[in-house]
């Protein structure tokens, strides 16, 4: 079982930045080996999309084209932690952000069904 853990998001204006944090745990997490771990965000009426991804080990990382530019994606191995740095936010910004893991799956393919592990969200609000 892994648990995984969102924190960061808030209310910031527009061409403003925000952080978020997503914090894995579990007594087997660290010894899984290769994963992923990815960032999805869902807007009021819309559905799930993909965001952005890193490999754990090698942290290759990829982004949808909506954010690739403004949003980077790192993670502390030590911390078991995910980060997604958000800057130049707009509007359209604005969803629940979720944090996800994954085995064995292609990161520049990744979808929703093909995730192992969610976040319970954390919600993100840019005021214009």
């Known amino acids: 079982q892994v648990q995984l853990v969102e924190s960061g998001g808030g209310l910031v204006q527009a061409g403003g930045s925000l952080k978020l944090s997503c914090a894995a745990s579990g007594r087997t997490f660290s010894t899984l080996g290769n994963y992923a771990m990815h960032w999805f965000r869902q807007a009021p009426g819309k559905e799930r999309e993909f965001v952005a991804a890193i490999s754990w080990i090698g942290g290759i990382t990829y982004y949808a084209d909506s954010v690739k530019g403004r949003f980077t994606c790192s993670r502390d191995n030590a911390k078991n932690t995910l980060y997604l740095q958000m800057n130049s936010l707009n509007a359209e910004d604005t969803a629940v952000y979720y944090c996800?893991?994954?085995?064995?799956?292609?990161?520049?393919?990744?979808?929703?069904?093909?995730?192992?592990?969610w976040g319970m969200g954390t919600l993100v609000t840019v005021s214009s």
């Open positions: 996800a893991a994954s085995w064995g799956v292609n990161i520049a393919k990744a979808t929703p069904r093909g995730m192992d592990y």
